[in-house]
């Protein structure tokens, strides 16, 4: 009897890609995939940690889904990372892996199936003798293919902001080779897929040549600029996009390659996080406010028509108002395309968690609405520019009313059309016509 597996994914887009090399994994080796979860032998849960509220939600979800009668229950990514031996505690778990051990999971339910093992932990981090990366040899091709796919370039990260978990649960910075990196592509392109986004934590620090990089250990000469430069030469190739950069590694040289690769799209999600300097200071960014804002100029300078998307944490362990304030100023002068704004969340064995100071959770929230009314103003005023323009649009969802259809311009804004043929998948251009908070309406050309 084949079993079958059921995937449930939480968090960033890597997550989401993670996910699709474990269905990947999981149908190459006998197991069969369902979208329902009450039909599967097997519920998989990979997960995120990055904030409190994301694990608790995890954790409902899977105490609710626990009372059908389920052969397997595997947690995999940060939470599995994150919590360690600890989550065999909760829910009846059986499997618990990590973000870079995904490839060995079907023998992992094997074992649980056959009964040679009902509790399996399998976590494989160690900054000095990392592994990462291994698991993308022992892959199978990739299974299945859309007009838009994640592509992961890279992972981990080095960088240890003092709030975040990801240096912990995702490791050490790891870039995959340039040529798999391009085969995977080629693949995805000859199976008719339209739009690639590049994906690493830290994306803008891909070096592609060093297979295995330990802290402190020198770059290869490969670059996200140089990688683009060759992925734009593949065929059959309308958009390309990369996520998520570090301030600190945005070089003049992919500045410049905005301006010269159609394909690439003018708009790059630069988190700054906060606009004031001692706050940036004791979060461990690496950079001023002013540098931040001087690096965003110069790219402007060299697009003209580039722009920006931003993540915001407030309420960060001693924050004054006044400092506050000056995220806010920050975000005036940018003039964020979109953005994302959080509250602080304190992350177990983080150095923020253990600062005196934290602030509490209603000041947090007063802030979080203020910051969030100043960035709608300036997305709201990102809509209504293009209204009365003519946008190139990939539509990837139907809206909520009949005949309606989502999609994304090349600054990722929502875009909203009615047609009578299914949309989704094709690249069409619109005029704008209307706009709002969220969204822009227009009609198809
Ligand atoms: N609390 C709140 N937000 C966080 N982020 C990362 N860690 C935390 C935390 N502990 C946010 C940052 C990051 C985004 C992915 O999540 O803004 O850029
Ligand atoms: Fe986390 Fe900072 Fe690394 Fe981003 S750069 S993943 S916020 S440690």
Redesign the pocket.
């Known amino acids: 009897m084949a079993y079958k597996f059921y995937i449930e994914v939480y968090g ?1 887009q890597m997550n989401v890609y993670d996910a699709s090399r474990i269905a990947d994994i999981m149908s190459t080796t006998g197991f069969i995939r369902t979208m329902e979860a009450s039909e599967a032998d097997i519920l998989i849960f990979y997960t995120c940690n ?2 409190e509220k994301a694990v608790n939600k995890l954790f409902s979800r899977i105490g609710a889904l626990k009372k059908q009668k389920t052969t397997v229950v595997a947690v995999g990514g940060c939470v599995a990372q994150g919590e360690g031996e600890a989550i065999f505690k909760r829910n009846n778990i059986n499997i618990s892996f990590g973000s870079q051990m995904y490839h060995e999971l079907p023998q992992y339910v094997n074992s649980v199936i056959e009964n040679k093992a009902d509790k399996i932990l399998s976590l494989n981090l160690n900054h000095d003798t990392n592994e990462q990366g291994a698991k993308f040899e022992c892959l199978p091709k990739r299974q299945t293919s859309s007009y838009s796919e994640f592509v992961t370039i890279q992972e981990g990260c080095n960088n240890f ?1 003092t ?4 240096p912990y649960t995702r490791g050490c910075e790891y870039s995959r080779p340039v040529a798999d990196v391009l085969s995977e592509i080629k693949g995805l392109l000859a199976s008719g897929t339209k739009e690639i986004i590049l994906i690493g934590q830290n994306v803008n620090s891909y070096d592609g040549e060093a297979p295995y990089i330990n802290i402190g250990q020198t770059r290869g000469t490969w670059s996200l600029d140089r990688l683009i430069l060759e992925i734009s030469n593949l065929n059959g190739l309308k958009r390309l996009r990369y996520t ?1 950069s570090h301030p600190k590694d945005l070089s003049i040289n992919l500045m410049k390659v905005h301006s010269q690769i159609p394909v690439l799209t003018p708009f790059v999600h630069v ?1 700054v ?1 906060s606009g004031n300097d001692r706050i940036l200071r004791i979060m461990n960014r690496k950079h001023t406010a002013l540098e931040y804002v001087e690096k965003l100029q110069q790219f402007k300078a060299i697009c003209p028509t580039i722009q920006f998307s931003s ?3 407030v309420g960060f362990p001693t924050e004054t108002e006044d400092e506050f304030y000056d995220t806010i100023r920050l975000a005036q002068r940018v003039k964020y395309t979109t953005s ?1 704004s ?6 177990k064995d ?1 150095p ?1 968690d253990k600062m005196e100071g934290q602030i509490p959770e209603d000041i947090k929230e007063n802030r979080l609405k203020i910051l969030q009314t100043s960035l709608l103003k300036d997305q709201i005023n990102h809509n209504k520019a293009i209204i009365g323009t003519t946008q190139e649009v990939l539509f990837d969802k139907a809206g909520k009313k009949k005949s309606q259809y989502i999609g994304k311009n090349i600054y990722l804004q929502s875009v909203i059309v009615e047609s009578d043929d299914n949309l989704i998948g094709n690249f069409r251009n619109v005029f704008i016509e209307s706009a709002r908070e969220n969204c822009v309406f227009g009609k198809l050309m």
Do not use: E, G, L, W
């Open positions: 960033c990055i904030r902001c709030y975040c978990v990801v998520t988190p996080q993540d915001f944490i994302y959080f509250k602080y969340s304190r992350r983080t923020a």
